[in-house]
């Protein structure tokens, strides 16, 4: 097809991927295959724009991309822990559609339409109610609760997908919202710009920028998602003052790789979008099989903090079950104390004491009491700064600059 079409979100969109009829024609299908696709989308529906089909890799059944798109059979397992509302979003919400938990912050649901229904989502509950957007009265109740809120400084605006409302709707959100002086900055969550990137039109763009407080938080799980395309969708939303954050969902034969995670942060910020969390994969009916234990989380971390850039390493965040909100976990950096000291590790393993300031009151440990230490504990009794691990790089390098002559330095006359 011509590039005008392919480029143009309205061509993308009415050309998407619904049913496994459709689907056929680009993946194969054993006809056992299709008849369990056919009942999992009885529950769960899809959609994929051809730009995303065209990400897939059509011959490996276990494409990350596919397994984030394509419906799956194990989408009907269900496990005993699986829940439709893990996160008990219901019960902390003062105004149909919108959830206040933290202090100065509100979630504000819009509509349950995506650019893609992703098979691992935790709304998955809402796509039994069909395609919906807010109205004007609900959308208002939920801005009125704001406004009459001044504890709130921060609006997330979520679904669903905002950038999928119908431009007037948007625009009208986002201009309510500017106007409401307490309202510091609205977020909105979507996952247009990776799946459907055509959609960020100059239009649209034009409302990000007149909404003044914007802020998006993109949704790229896997370096593949980062193309160029997307990544020019971005720097147009860059371009209109709107800074980008990125969430990724951590998965089970997605992204559940080291290597894949520091890629995918690497590609991330090589296009100027700042990693924010990496979520651990909710409790979710029908998305269990997605799930990786916490522990292969803390490993990812490990192999990001330290290794690149402080800018390309986000936050692991566990979103607590029973509404208590997102909780960071990272490995451990420290490794012991006392009054006088702690004894941090670097990511190289190094370790190292660090000096309490002295306090005028505490009684000092008496020096004839001290007998010779080892190890960490030698650290704490302050008779030495730090361990270092054999073999590091770094010293090996330090060796090759002593060695090297040192340039004289001159002054300036
Ligand atoms: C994630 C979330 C927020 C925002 O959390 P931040 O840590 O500020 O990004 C606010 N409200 C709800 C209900 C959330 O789930
Ligand atoms: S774009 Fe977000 S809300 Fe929509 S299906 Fe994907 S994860 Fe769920």
């Known amino acids: 097809m011509p590039d005008h079409e392919w480029n143009d979100f309205k061509w993308q969109m009415r050309n998407s991927i619904k049913t496994v009829d459709q689907l056929k024609l680009h993946i194969p299908l054993t ?10 989308t009885d529950v769960y529906h899809f959609m994929l724009s051809p730009y995303w ?14 397994l984030q798109s394509i419906p799956s059979g194990k989408e009907l397992e269900v496990t005993s822990y699986g829940e439709a509302d893990s996160l008990d979003e219901k019960e902390d919400s003062p105004v149909p559609g919108l959830t206040h938990r933290y202090p100065n912050r509100v979630l504000m649901y819009t509509t349950n339409v995506c650019s893609m229904y992703c098979r691992f989502c935790t709304r998955k509950r809402e796509w039994i109610d069909g395609d919906f957007q807010m109205t004007r009265p609900q959308l208002d109740a939920m801005i009125d609760y704001i406004a009459r809120t001044d504890a709130v400084r921060d609006v997330i605006c979520s ?20 106007d409401i002086p307490h309202v510091q900055m609205v977020r909105l ?13 100059p239009e649209l763009i034009d409302i990000l920028e007149r909404g003044k407080k914007v802020w998006v ?26 800074p980008l954050n990125n969430h990724t969902v951590l998965m089970r034969g997605v992204n559940d790789d ?55 390493v986000p936050t692991y965040v566990v979103d607590a079950p029973g509404g ?27 370790m190292v004491a660090v000096e309490e300031p002295p306090k005028p009151l505490r009684r000092l440990r008496r020096r004839r009491d001290r007998r010779p230490v080892e190890g960490v ?28 002559a040192q340039p004289t330095l001159v002054p300036h006359a």
């Open 324 to 350: 208590g909100g997102k909780i960071p976990v990272m490995p451990n950096y420290i490794v012991s104390v006392s009054e006088e000291r702690w004894v941090l590790r670097n990511y190289e393993g190094m």
């Open 53 to 66: 089909m065209s990400l897939v890799n059509p011959d490996d059944p276990n494409d990350p991309i596919r």
């Open 189 to 201: 969550g979507t996952r247009v710009p990776t799946t459907l990137p055509q959609k960020i039109t």
């Open 159 to 178: 679904g669903g997908d905002p950038l999928m409302l119908s431009p007037v709707k948007l625009d009208y959100v986002l201009q309510r919202l500017k």
């Open 258 to 312: 080291p290597f894949v995670m520091l890629e995918l942060m690497h590609k991330l910020t090589a296009s100027k979008i700042r990693p924010y969390y990496i979520f651990h994969c909710d409790q979710i009916k029908g998305a269990e099989y997605f799930r990786t234990s916490i522990a292969k989380g803390l490993e990812i971390m490990e192999y990001l903090r330290g290794h690149t850039s402080g800018l390309a």
């Open 217 to 242: 938080q993109t949704h790229f799980n896997h370096p593949r998602e980062v193309t160029p395309t997307a990544a020019e969708a971005c720097l147009k939303i860059l371009r209109a003052g709107v």
């Open 377 to 404: 504990a030698r650290l704490l009794s302050g008779d030495q700064p730090s361990l270092i691990p054999e073999h590091l790089l770094r010293y090996t390098r330090r060796a090759q600059h002593a060695d090297a």
């Open 31 to 40: 006809p056992t295959e299709e008849q369990r696709l056919k009942n999992v």
